[in-house]
């Protein structure tokens, strides 16, 4: 076993480490290198045991994302692996920043594996139509105009603004988000208040009317649930209801946005702002059509609802363990973005993405084949000492941080300073409600996920 990956595996354990892993050299198939983990215990998705031990690390880099600390596993990964074939996962495995780099910014890598646009459980589903639309699955020419149409949408869009919009939602949810909301959406179960929080500032950016923000929220936490990898049909089906919900609104609110003298039933005029800027600019870019523009209309809020809340629920927990630098803050508010920012490096709300061959390449000398999948770790990527100097500290002053966070090349997130002031708008308001953090984030779980680190945290505290 490589050194690193030794290390990883026996630091906080007193095991016999070769014993519980086999190394296994060569790949015949694809005539690289690889490295195969695999636990000659029994095992399950949460804990491994061997001879008795406990090995609460996670194993692999899809399993790391909800672990306590995935960031070891990472680090020895970049050491000693920073791109390798996962037998277990059936896939690339792309750790490394300058491979991470060189992967996105390659138009041999794809968002979406060749004649499978859309994921076959989605095939014939209204979430699966919205997910084809979506400006973020889509590579080319069709992309790159869509794409310039979300950027002239968002470019007006003031954070300093965004921020304060962010904040007085926060204050509204901790004071009223009302227990009868959880009868309904997902099995009964509340969305998050972080999670809830992009909703409410997103979609009133969008003219969603406040009436149907708290329904939104539950539409998207279905939607979400059902387009994210490895959703159960019963998800699937959820989210294809949800999907109906969501363009129903948006098709009344792009009507009201067609016609300006229109009121809506409770005599109000509507501000479609960003709803309606988008549409202007996606007929002008590309001429897309009604339902491209709804697609990603929903897109725009179901891109921010897991990242915003893992940078808000990322952010509290950073402070919680650091009571001098949340004390800074209450004497410097102005550094709370930075702070931010250096979550977003440090502790990623995104962790991986992946990316699908639609040609043979050789990458960091491995023969690589068109179809072939691969996950690349973007958490790993913004703690590679080659990207990032002493990268496991904890740095709000860090100078012009190398972040993989919102991806890079073609894809490259045009949210990402939105998502930034979102989670500021958010934290903010937490902070200078003198909210206990410590009640706030004893005993937190993740949020189950592939890709997204998003802590629940106890939010029901700050209304005790």
Same mark, same amino acid.
């Given at each position: 076993?490589?050194?690193?990956?030794?290390?990883?595996?026996?630091?906080?354990?007193?095991?016999?480490?070769? #014993?519980?892993?086999?190394?296994?050299?060569?790949?015949?198939?694809?005539?690289?290198?690889?490295?195969?983990?695999? *636990?000659?215990?029994?095992?399950?998705?949460?804990?491994?045991?061997?001879?008795? +031990?406990?090995?609460?690390?996670?194993?692999?880099?899809?399993?790391?994302?909800?672990?306590? !600390?995935?960031? *070891?596993?990472?680090?020895?990964?970049?050491?000693?692996? *920073?791109?390798?074939?996962?037998?277990?996962?059936?896939?690339?495995?792309?750790?490394? @920043?300058?491979?991470?780099?060189?992967?996105?910014?390659?138009?041999?890598?794809?968002?979406?594996?060749?004649?499978?646009?859309?994921?076959?459980?989605?095939?014939?589903?209204?979430?699966?139509?919205?997910?084809?639309?979506?400006?973020?699955?889509?590579?080319?020419?069709?992309?790159?105009?869509?794409?310039?149409? /979300?950027?002239? @949408?968002?470019?007006?869009?003031?954070?300093?603004?965004? =921020?304060?919009?962010?904040?007085?939602?926060?204050?509204?949810?901790?004071?009223?988000?009302? *227990?009868?909301?959880?009868? +309904?959406?997902?099995?009964?179960?509340?969305? !998050? $208040?972080?999670?809830?929080?992009? /909703?409410?500032?997103?979609?009133?950016?969008?003219?969603?009317?406040?009436?149907?923000?708290?329904?939104? /929220?539950?539409?998207?936490?279905?939607?979400?649930?059902?387009?994210?990898?490895?959703?159960?049909?019963?998800?699937?089906?959820?989210?294809?209801?949800?999907?109906?919900?969501?363009?129903?609104?948006?098709?009344?609110?792009?009507?009201?946005?067609?016609?300006?003298?229109?009121? #809506?039933?409770?005599?109000?005029?509507?501000?479609?702002?960003?709803?309606?800027?988008?549409?202007?600019? @996606?007929?002008?870019?590309?001429?897309?059509?009604?339902?491209?523009?709804?697609? #990603? @209309? $929903?897109?725009?809020?179901?891109?921010?609802?897991?990242?915003?809340?893992?940078?808000?629920?990322?952010?509290?927990?950073?402070?919680?363990?650091?009571?001098?630098?949340?004390?800074?803050?209450?004497?410097?508010?102005?550094?709370? %973005?930075? =702070?931010?920012?250096?979550?977003?490096?440090? !502790?990623?709300?995104?962790?991986?993405?992946?990316?699908?061959?639609?040609?043979?390449?050789?990458?960091?000398?491995?023969?690589?084949?068109?179809?072939?999948?691969?996950?690349?770790?973007?958490?790993?990527?913004?703690?590679?000492?080659?990207?990032?100097?002493?990268?496991?500290?904890?740095?709000?002053?860090?100078?012009?941080?190398?972040?993989?966070?919102?991806?890079? %090349?073609?894809?490259?997130?045009?949210?990402?300073?939105?998502?930034?002031?979102?989670?500021?708008?958010?934290?903010?308001?937490?902070?200078?409600?003198?909210? !206990?953090?410590?009640?706030?984030?004893?005993?937190?779980?993740?949020?189950?996920?592939?890709?997204?680190?998003?802590?629940?945290? #106890?939010?029901?505290?700050?209304?005790?």
């Amino acid at each position: 076993m490589c050194r690193e990956l030794k290390k990883y595996y026996g630091l906080y354990r007193n095991i016999n480490v070769d #014993n519980c892993c086999n190394v296994v050299g060569m790949n015949t198939e694809t005539n690289s290198q690889t490295m195969t983990l695999s *636990p000659l215990c029994e095992r399950d998705s949460q804990s491994r045991s061997c001879g008795g +031990v406990s090995l609460s690390q996670p194993l692999d880099p899809i399993s790391a994302v909800t672990a306590p !600390d995935p960031y *070891p596993l990472y680090a020895a990964l970049v050491a000693e692996r *920073p791109l390798y074939f996962d037998d277990r996962l059936g896939m690339w495995v792309a750790c490394g @920043a300058e491979v991470i780099e060189r992967i996105l910014s390659c138009r041999a890598f794809r968002v979406r594996p060749l004649n499978e646009a859309v994921p076959k459980p989605l095939l014939g589903t209204r979430a699966g139509d919205i997910f084809g639309q979506l400006v973020r699955m889509r590579d080319g020419g069709s992309q790159v105009a869509l794409k310039q149409a /979300v950027c002239s @949408a968002f470019a007006p869009v003031d954070t300093k603004a965004l =921020v304060r919009r962010s904040d007085a939602w926060m204050q509204h949810l901790l004071q009223a988000h009302p *227990p009868a909301d959880r009868t +309904v959406g997902s099995g009964g179960t509340p969305p !998050d $208040i972080a999670c809830a929080l992009p /909703v409410y500032a997103v979609g009133s950016l969008l003219g969603t009317p406040s009436d149907l923000l708290p329904s939104s /929220v539950f539409w998207m936490e279905d939607f979400v649930r059902a387009i994210a990898p490895g959703s159960t049909s019963e998800q699937i089906a959820r989210g294809s209801a949800a999907a109906e919900n969501l363009v129903a609104m948006f098709q009344g609110l792009l009507q009201q946005a067609q016609f300006p003298d229109h009121r #809506n039933p409770r005599g109000m005029p509507v501000n479609l702002g960003l709803l309606s800027s988008f549409a202007r600019s @996606a007929c002008r870019h590309a001429g897309h059509e009604e339902v491209t523009i709804i697609a #990603n @209309a $929903i897109g725009f809020l179901s891109q921010s609802y897991e990242a915003t809340a893992g940078l808000i629920g990322n952010t509290l927990i950073a402070l919680q363990k650091r009571p001098k630098l949340q004390r800074k803050i209450e004497d410097e508010p102005a550094m709370l %973005g930075s =702070v931010i920012r250096e979550v977003a490096r440090h !502790d990623s709300p995104v962790q991986n993405t992946r990316r699908f061959l639609v040609e043979d390449k050789v990458i960091a000398g491995q023969k690589m084949r068109v179809g072939d999948a691969v996950l690349l770790v973007l958490a790993a990527g913004n703690r590679d000492p080659a990207a990032n100097s002493d990268p496991e500290h904890f740095d709000p002053d860090r100078c012009n941080p190398s972040l993989f966070t919102f991806s890079a %090349g073609a894809h490259l997130c045009p949210g990402a300073k939105m998502a930034l002031a979102l989670a500021q708008g958010g934290v903010q308001h937490v902070l200078a409600s003198e909210i !206990d953090l410590e009640r706030l984030v004893a005993g937190f779980g993740y949020r189950a996920s592939q890709n997204g680190r998003i802590p629940m945290l #106890n939010w029901e505290t700050t209304r005790s």
